[in-house]
């Protein structure tokens, strides 16, 4: 390593693991600097004092403060597993954001050359007020919680000497659906939007006993606040964009309009979770075919049948009439999509002309690493990459192709003699030859 020009060096110190990186500082002179640059480029703090008292100390060493790059804040050690999921489950504890970590965050503008920072909730939430379909109003993190972290967050964002020169990289993971309006609509927040290049985000909703599609923040955060508030502002300077959802399919239901949505700088797009069943959804990204040069579908599947009640009608295909009522209370709509990955990907090949890297397939969901690692995303054919909706189904009413291959049956549109049979897409071979082509074409540019 040490025959290597110190620019390689440099490289190849940025893969080593702290602890590694803290035995390296004491090899020789030589790896002294070096490793230490590679050492405080990250700052991660925890909720506790004794953490809080490390990033002070950096913050206030001249010396260390320079080399810091990006500051990570998590609000809780395990931020992603669900502690209790059943009724019968101990409570949380409510927390208080502790008043050292508060200060943290108020204090990151305060570093010299910081270009990202990220913000890490705990997946569990809950809206301020009961819902019938909760399973435990009770949890850790309250909407009261993450409030005051998120003005605190804000606040430190914008007390950087420097703006010009400062943070343009933003990630926030599980940010709740249900986030008050004084976030958004405060200076902080209009401040620290207007000159981000990328944005990060991971959005979780509450888990309800019927699905967490039909609860009012769920909707309201991808339906109004995604594209209102997280998305059109930053039109003119956005140059990667990554939006995921932690719990729930999103894009057809809750339903999320990118129409009008235009970033003329885009290079890299990363989508988890999003649902497609319009060509209009296919056109969105092929309209920022002129520099877009990433794109990652993680777990984004194309519906091919939806039986809908008129709530899901209303926002996706309005002019769609009812079925016979067979019994039905309510009436139910039935819509046959026709898009398939093998007329998709080609319209990728011929429309994304400066594509160098593309992926498909479905990230560490299990352990909810996905988010993290949606770089990795190795492109694949899976049986997730088709899906149906069918409202009143418990306890979802999204039927993954993966877990109905058995089958491959879906009953819509009545009971018995009435219900119309639908098959899941039999086109491996045609998606295969599709994304090979793709792969084939981006590999070679």
Known sequence: MFELPIELQCYCVQFVDPGSLKSLRFVNRATL???????????????SNESVAKFTHILGSPKLNLLVRRVIFNTDEDPDPYPHLYRDSP????????????????????????????????????????????????????VSFRTDVLEAFLEGLNQSEKPALGVDSLTIKNLQDWT????????????????????????TTENASQGSVDLDGCHRGFTDDLPGHGLRPLQPKLTHLTLYSANCYWGIYPFCDLRGIFFPNLKSLVL?????????????ILSHGSTLEELVLDNCPIITVLQMEEEHKLVNFPLLVPLPQAGLLRPRYLKHVDLRWYHVLPRFQSGLPKLGHFAMGKGNWGEQEMFEERYELVPE????????????????????????????????????????????????????????NLLEEVEGR
């Open 33 to 47: 600097p070096i490793a230490t640059e590679a050492l405080f480029r990250t700052v991660v703090v925890q909720s």
């Open 91 to 142: 409570p949380n504890e409510e927390k208080e954001p502790l008043e050292s970590f508060l200060n943290a965050l108020c204090d990151v503008g305060k570093f010299s050359n910081p270009k990202e920072v990220e913000l890490k909730f705990t997946r569990e939430c809950a809206a301020p007020e009961p819902t019938p379909f909760s399973y435990s109003m009770e949890v850790a993190e309250t």
């Open 180 to 203: 008050i309006d004084e976030i958004y609509e405060s200076d902080s927040f209009q401040v620290m939007r207007s000159r981000l290049k990328k944005l990060a985000l991971q959005i």
């Open 272 to 284: 988890g979770n999003f649902t497609i069943a319009h060509d209009w959804q296919v056109g969105w």
């Open 381 to 436: 054919i899976l049986n997730t990459r088709y899906c149906m909706f069918r409202c009143g189904i418990e306890p979802s009413p999204w039927c993954e192709g993966e877990k109905s291959k058995a089958k491959k049956m879906f009953f819509v549109g009545g009971f018995g003699s009435e219900a119309t049979v639908v098959e899941f897409p039999d086109c491996l071979v045609e998606d295969v030859d599709a994304l090979c």
